[in-house]
């Protein structure tokens, strides 16, 4: 349990006249949690859904790949009563990490249970143990290298492009990761399904829990949630799907997963 050794001020803490360069805001995540975002790295829509697909239980020890400004593992710790015991956040670039750390010194995420690391994904050797996690999370780069319009910044482009990895090197690192078991859960596009799916195969991840979300009934899915076991065997429950706009703004699910109790 390397990581999780390590205290939340370390070599390459945030210094404040550097976040201020940065432009940072805090969003707030409920009444406990605020986040430190920057354009650099923020959030969308997408890692709310993954966040609560995964629904990590209280005794999990959990790790987010990629993680950017942390939202995925942030969102968990909303509620203490459902909260996870520990979350491991990875995350290669250094204003990333920086900005999950000031989100631990003065957002309220809790400093003995949430752990920003920065570390490559594709070589965790040294970094985390193999086989301690209960749950691996990863809102990956949604395009393939040499696809679409490269984005001008290098925080986007590392975030939609596999320009640092592919989904192939995410599920080699979550199985390694992973105790016997464990869950992978992810994002993504629908067209890369089969991609994911043979991904988490081949690296001994069985897809067992798939969920297509619409923006409104009778749209094709606009992105998927996969969940795969480690060492599982075949059988995928491809379960109802998730509707974004409901009567007047955000579906009843939607509003439940941004603990919002109506639409304004």
């Not at 979300?213 to 995928?236: N, S």
Request: overall charge positive; aromatic content about 8%; some cysteine.
């Amino acid at each position: 349990m390397k990581a999780f050794l390590l205290p939340a001020r370390g070599p390459g803490f945030f210094c404040k006249e550097r976040m201020l360069l940065f432009k940072d805001t805090f969003e707030p995540l409920g009444e406990r949690i605020k986040l430190c975002v920057t354009p650099q790295h923020k959030f969308g829509t997408d890692a709310f859904l993954l966040s609560d697909f995964a629904a990590p239980r209280r005794k999990d020890l959990a790790c987010d790949l990629g993680a950017g400004c942390g939202i995925v593992g942030a969102l968990w710790f909303r509620d203490e009563k459902t909260a996870p015991r520990k979350v491991c956040a990875v995350e290669v670039q250094e204003q990333a990490v920086a900005q999950m750390q000031r989100s631990v010194a003065v957002g309220g995420l809790p400093a003995d249970r949430f752990f920003p690391v920065r570390a490559d994904l594709r070589d965790l050797s040294g970094v985390l143990d193999a086989g301690m996690f209960d749950l691996v999370t990863c809102n990956p780069p949604y395009k393939t290298a040499g696809t679409g319009i490269l984005s001008e910044s290098e925080s986007d482009r590392i975030a939609r492009h596999e320009t640092l990895c592919e989904i192939g090197d995410i599920c080699a690192a979550a199985a390694r990761l992973l105790r016997f078991g464990g869950r992978l859960c992810l994002c993504h596009r629908p067209e890369r399904l089969v991609d994911v799916a043979c991904a988490m195969r081949k690296a001994g991840i069985e897809p067992k829990r798939l969920r297509m979300v619409h923006q409104r009934p009778g749209c094709a899915p606009w992105l998927l949630l996969i969940e795969g076991k480690c060492g599982a065997k075949p059988f995928l429950q491809v379960e109802a799907p998730l509707i974004i706009e409901g009567p007047g703004g955000f579906s009843q699910e939607v509003l439940r997963i941004y603990q919002k109790e109506a639409n304004l």
